[in-house]
C-alpha cells in the first residue's frame, strides 16, 4: 500500500480499533483511517517511494518484518531507510503496530537523474498571519473555481464573501523551505449552509492546495488539523462542494457526510461531526 498507494483494502486489513504507536502526539485518528492517513502522509512527504519487505516472521498473532524504503529526497537525490516493524494480529486483521528504523536513512550512490521535488517534502500546518493575506485570497479564488472554468478576479462577491474574518480559524500549510501550499479556514456565511440541533451557525470550512501539489495528502491534512482545531468550539463543521468536484471523495474519506441541499444548483451541503472519529 505504501508503493502503490492503493488503500482500498485498508477496511479489510485493519481492526477497528487499530492503533499505531508511531502515531504523533495529539493524533485523533484510529482504526483503518489512521493507517489510510499514514500511507497518504508517507508518499505526501517521500516521492516515488517503493517498499519492500527484506525478512517476515509469521504466526498466529504476530508478524515481525524488516523493510527498505527508497525514495526520493527534496534535492532529488534517492534515499534508503532501513525499519522493524512488529503487528499484533487479532480476529484475522491488524489491531497493533510498532516500528522504528534499523539504521541511519543514507543515500543512495550513483542514483542520479530525477528532478528536485517541486519544494516538498515534510508540510507544517500553521495558523494565517496578515503577511498571508496574498495567499489566502489566491486560495479562496481556487476553491470557487467550478470545474475548468477561469478563476474569478480577486475582488469578486463569491470570493470576497469566503474570506475569514479576524474571528474565523484559518491554517496555512507550508513547504519545508516554508513556502505556502495551501489553506483552509471556517468562516459563517450569510445565509447560513448548516445549523446544529440547538440553532447556532455550524462553521463552513474553506479549502485549496495549490494546483501543481495536489493529490499529495495536503488537503487531509489541512482538514483535520482545522477539525481539531474547532472541537473545542463546535460540535461540526459544514462545506458545501459541487456535485461534480472531484474533492467530494476527499470530504467523504475524511469523515464527512452529506448533510442537506448546498448552494446553486449543484451545491451538496457536507458535515463533519467532531466529537466522533473519522471511519
Ligand atoms: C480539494 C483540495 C483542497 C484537496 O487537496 P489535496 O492536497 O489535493 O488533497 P489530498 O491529497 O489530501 O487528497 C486527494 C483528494 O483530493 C481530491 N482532489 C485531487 N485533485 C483534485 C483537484 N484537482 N480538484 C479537486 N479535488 C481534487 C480528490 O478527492 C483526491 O482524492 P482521490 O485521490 O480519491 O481522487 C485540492 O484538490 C484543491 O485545492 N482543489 C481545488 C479547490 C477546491 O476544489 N476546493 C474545494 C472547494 S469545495
Known amino acids: ?39 497518504r502522509h508517507a ?24 523493510l527498505t524504503w527508497r525514495y526520493q529526497d527534496e534535492d532529488g537525490s534517492a534515499t534508503v531507510r532501513e525499519t522493524l516493524e512488529m503487528l499484533r494480529v487479532a480476529n484475522g486483521r ?29 508540510v507544517e ?48 500549510a507550508t513547504a519545508s523551505d516554508g513556502s505556502r501550499v495551501g489553506a483552509a479556514w471556517w468562516h459563517f456565511h450569510d445565509p447560513v449552509l448548516l445549523r446544529s440541533d440547538d440553532g447556532s451557525a455550524v462553521p463552513e470550512m474553506i479549502i ?4 501543481d501539489l495536489r493529490g499529495r495528502g495536503i488537503g487531509t491534512a489541512l482538514i483535520n488539523a482545522l477539525a481539531e482545531r474547532g472541537a473545542s468550539s463546535f460540535p461540526a463543521l459544514s462545506l458545501n ?5 472531484p474533492a467530494a471523495r476527499l470530504y467523504t474519506r475524511a469523515g464527512f457526510r452529506v448533510a442537506g441541499r448546498g448552494r446553486g444548483w449543484f451545491g ?12
Open 1 to 39: 500500500m505504501f508503493s502503490s498507494g492503493d488503500v482500498s483494502k485498508a477496511g479489510d486489513l485493519f481492526a477497528e480499533d487499530y492503533v499505531d504507536h508511531q502515531r504523533p502526539d495529539g493524533w485523533d485518528l484510529a482504526g483503518p483511517a489512521e493507517f489510510v492517513t499514514i500511507v
Open 43 to 66: 508518499r505526501a512527504g517521500m516521492r516515488n517511494l517503493s517498499v519492500e519487505v527484506n525478512d517476515c516472521l509469521v504466526d498466529e498473532r504476530r508478524v515481525a518484518a524488516r
Open 94 to 122: 491488524v489491531a497493533e503496530h510498532w516500528g522504528g528504523e534499523s539504521a541511519a536513512p543514507r543515500r543512495e550512490s550513483g542514483q542520479v537523474g530525477l528532478p528536485p521535488v517541486h519544494r516538498l517534502s515534510r
Open 125 to 172: 500546518i500553521r495558523p494565517i498571519t496578515e503577511d498571508d493575506r496574498d495567499f489566502v485570497v489566491e486560495m479562496a479564488r481556487q476553491a470557487c473555481v467550478i470545474e475548468d472554468r477561469p478563476l474569478p478576479p480577486a475582488d469578486a462577491p463569491e470570493v470576497v464573501e469566503i474570506l475569514p474574518t479576524a474571528d474565523d480559524e484559518a491554517i496555512l
Open 208 to 211: 485549496a492546495v495549490e494546483s
Open 241 to 245: 462542494v459541487h456535485l461534480r468536484n
Open 268 to 279: 451538496v451541503a457536507m458535515e463533519r461531526r467532531l466529537t466522533d472519529q473519522v471511519r
